[in-house]
């Protein structure tokens, strides 16, 4: 089955720019998503990006959209999270996971149409 390992987390001041990765190994099978989801104390995980490995098409959470790019390097197995014009309220673990497509674009951001998770990684923004 597939594995991920998240990295790039860091403490950042609001403003800044981080690039979270995901590495994926192992055979993924019919789950070609890949979505990064983040969760902050007493909050629920929510989704914030995802992309589809097989064509490139890229989902995104709304209110993020216009700081968050996601893309991928296939050679590498590599997906990226590009977060710019960080705020406090982006303080979170953030994860990624393999699920598999919908053609409704908002199923492709909920967390229970992912089956296989990395062990997250830590953004702090203050």
């Known amino acids: 089955h597939v594995q991920l390992v998240e990295s790039g987390g860091d403490t950042v001041q609001p403003g800044g720019s981080l690039r979270l990765s995901c590495v994926a190994s192992g055979r993924r099978g019919s789950n070609t998503l890949i979505g990064w989801f983040r969760q902050a104390p007493g909050k629920e995980r929510e989704g914030v990006a995802s992309?589809?490995?097989?064509?490139?098409?890229?989902y995104y959470e709304p209110t993020i959209r216009d700081r968050f790019t996601i893309s991928q390097d296939n050679a590498r197995n590599t997906v990226y999270l590009q977060m710019n014009s960080l705020i406090p309220e982006d303080t979170a673990t953030y994860y990624c996971?393999?699920?598999?497509?919908?053609?409704?674009?908002?199923?492709?951001?909920?967390?229970?149409?992912?089956?296989?998770w990395g062990q997250g990684t830590q953004v702090t923004v203050s």
């Open positions: 992309i589809d490995t097989k064509d490139d098409s890229t």
């Open positions: 996971a393999s699920g598999s497509w919908s053609r409704w674009w908002r199923e492709n951001l909920r967390a229970e149409r992912y089956t296989h």
